[in-house]
C-alpha cells in the first residue's frame, strides 16, 4: 500500500475503521485517551462523522472522560466510550484554535498525558475507572435548582438563600420554571404570591389518582393502596434535559418537593433510554419517593 493510502473497513460502532498508514495500528484495538479540554462547556463537541460539516451529537463528551481510538485521520478521532459522560461513539477533534482536546494516556499508572498525534499511538492500558460527570477542575460548581409544585423559580430562590449562603462564591447557581400551569382547588396564600413576584406558579408534571376527590391529598400520599399516575413525565424530563443542555454543565441538582421528585424521574427516563445522568449530585429538600409504578421498577 502506498504512504498516501488508508485502511478503510466498517463496523459496528458507527464510525469507519479509516487510518492513515502512518498509524499503524488496527482501529478496534486502539489507543486509550483522555478529554482534557472542554472544561469551560462540559465537554468537547461530538460528531457523528468524520466531516467537521457532518451533525453534531446532542450530548459533549464529557471532560474527564476515556475513550479509545477507532479511527485517527487528520486531527479527527472516531472513538468507543471507556468511562465517562457522552456518546458511546462518534469522532471528535484532537485539537481546536490551537488547543489540545485530547491526550493520550501512555500507562495505567502513569498520571502523564501526551497531545494525540496521527503518526503514534502507544501501548493500551487497562480501562480506567468511570467518571460518569463533566470534570469541575478550572471551575466554578454549576447547581441547578427545581421548585416544587404550585412554586416558581423565584420561590425556589427564596428557599434556597440559606444553602446558597453556605456554598458562597464557590458556585454558580441556575433556576428553572416548570413547563406546566400549575391547578389547584386550593388557593395559593399571600405569601407565596408574594414571593412569586408577579411570576405564575408552575408545576413539572400532572398527577392523578384513585382515591378519590374527597380526601386530602397529603393523606393519599401516605396511603399504600392509592395508585397514582403521573402525566407529561417525559416532557418534563426533556425540558431539564434541554436546559442542561444549552446551559450547562450542571454538577448539582438541588430539588424541592416536586422538584425532589423529577430528580428521581429525571434518573429513571435516562436509565430506561440508556443514556448517563449529566450531573454528579443530588440535593433534595422535602421530597418523597415517586408513587408512579412505571417509574420505581
Known amino acids: 500500500m502506498a504512504p498516501s493510502e488508508a485502511i478503510i473497513n466498517g463496523n459496528a460502532n458507527g464510525c469507519s475503521n479509516r487510518i492513515d498508514t502512518a498509524v499503524g495500528i488496527p482501529g478496534e484495538e486502539g489507543q486509550l485517551w483522555e478529554v482534557v479540554g472542554g472544561a469551560e462547556k462540559g465537554g468537547i463537541l461530538v460528531r457523528k462523522g468524520e466531516s467537521l460539516a457532518s451533525e453534531a451529537e446532542a450530548l459533549r463528551l464529557s471532560t474527564g472522560a476515556r475513550v ?82 404550585g412554586a416558581n423559580s423565584e420561590i425556589m430562590k427564596f428557599q434556597t438563600l440559606g444553602l446558597q449562603k453556605i456554598v458562597g462564591d464557590k458556585a454558580t447557581w441556575d433556576f428553572l420554571d416548570g413547563g406546566r400551569e400549575w391547578r389547584s382547588k386550593t388557593p ?39 395508585q397514582f399516575h403521573y402525566e407529561e413525565v417525559d416532557d418534563a424530563v426533556d425540558r431539564v434535559l434541554a436546559h442542561m443542555h444549552e446551559q450547562g454543565p450542571f454538577d448539582v441538582l438541588v430539588g424541592f418537593s416536586q422538584g425532589c421528585i423529577m430528580t428521581h424521574l429525571l434518573a429513571a427516563v435516562l436509565r430506561d433510554r440508556g443514556e448517563p445522568m449529566p450531573w454528579r449530585l443530588s440535593v433534595q429538600f422535602s421530597g418523597m419517593r415517586v408513587r408512579d409504578d412505571r417509574y420505581t421498577q
Open 68 to 149: 479509545r481510538s477507532t479511527a485517527l485521520v487528520n486531527g479527527r478521532l472516531c472513538y468507543k466510550m471507556v468511562s465517562g459522560a457522552g456518546p458511546p461513539t462518534g469522532w471528535v477533534s484532537t485539537h481546536a484554535s490551537g488547543k489540545v482536546l485530547l491526550a493520550r494516556v501512555e500507562d495505567e499508572g502513569s498520571c502523564s498525558q501526551q497531545p494525540a498525534s496521527d503518526t503514534e499511538l502507544g501501548a493500551v492500558p487497562r480501562p480506567a475507572q468511570t467518571q460518569s460527570v463533566p470534570s469541575a477542575n478550572g471551575r466554578k460548581l454549576r447547581i441547578l435548582a427545581l421548585h416544587g409544585g
Open 188 to 226: 395559593p396564600s399571600e405569601m407565596m404570591l408574594s414571593l412569586a413576584n408577579g411570576k405564575p406558579l408552575r408545576g413539572w408534571y400532572g398527577v392523578s389518582d384513585d382515591g378519590g376527590d374527597e380526601r386530602p391529598f397529603a393523606e393519599k400520599l401516605f396511603d399504600e393502596s392509592v
